[in-house]
């Protein structure tokens, strides 16, 4: 079945420092990916998505490039900031009427000051 | 605000007894899904609406599990019997313009 694998955390970096979270994935067709975050004590929300193959999803500084030819979706910004201290999870969906999506474990990351 | 509410935001229970969870998602939202994430991992598939009906279930939803979506509005989740497995965090999401919305989640923990 789909799948999707994270870089394993947690990732500890300084201010300012350059991010890169790798996410790989295995699926049949062609599914959306996207980037959740989860701040503590909140929910998950959606950072970003792509819809297929070459497309960047951007947001809050973030960006992810959909590619198909290395099944891979990695998650980067250029300057971190404290405040982008949270678990990120990488996901696709699947299922042409379902949608359902399929997470990675998740990476934690620390950011200090 | 994502516009889906997630009650109770925690729920204690004994096992053996049964619990229940609802999801209001905004009226727009006609694909309702629950995901159920345990510590440490990312949230897992269990089942998804239609509206009202209850089109997939994930094999990770035993018969002790029921849910349901009586108007094609709100959710809710039924667990009999709990057991210490059951301890998660149970997230609803809505589906909107090709993005799911998640609530809060439901943070259940079986003793």
């Known amino acids: 079945g789909n799948s999707v694998t994270q870089m394993e955390g947690p990732v500890t970096l300084s201010e300012e420092a350059f991010l890169t979270i790798n996410c790989t994935y295995t699926a049949t067709g062609y599914p959306s990916l996207f980037w959740y975050v989860q701040y503590p004590g909140e929910g998950l929300q959606l950072l970003l998505k792509a819809t297929k193959a070459d497309d960047k999803g951007s947001n809050k500084g973030f960006e992810a490039t959909y590619r198909k030819e290395t099944t891979s979706f990695h998650l980067e910004k250029g300057s971190v900031q404290v405040s982008d201290s949270a678990v990120y999870f990488c996901a696709l969906s699947e299922g042409q009427g379902a949608q359902k999506l399929v997470f990675g474990q998740g990476t934690r990351l620390t950011i200090n000051p | 605000d994502t516009g889906v509410s997630q009650d109770p935001r925690h729920k204690i229970t004994k096992r053996g007894q049964n619990v229940t969870f609802r999801c209001d998602p905004i009226s727009e939202h006609n694909r309702l899904y629950w995901y159920r994430q345990t510590l440490g991992q990312g949230p897992e598939f269990l089942t998804y609406f239609q509206n009202e009906a209850q089109l997939e279930k994930s094999r990770l939803l035993s018969d002790r599990f029921s849910a349901e979506r009586p108007k094609g509005s709100f959710s809710t989740l039924e667990i009999q019997r709990t057991e210490q497995g059951d301890s998660a965090m149970y997230l609803c999401?809505?589906?909107?313009?090709?993005?799911?919305?998640f609530g809060p989640g439901t943070r259940l923990t079986v003793t």
């Open positions: 999401a809505a589906w909107s313009g090709g993005e799911q919305y």
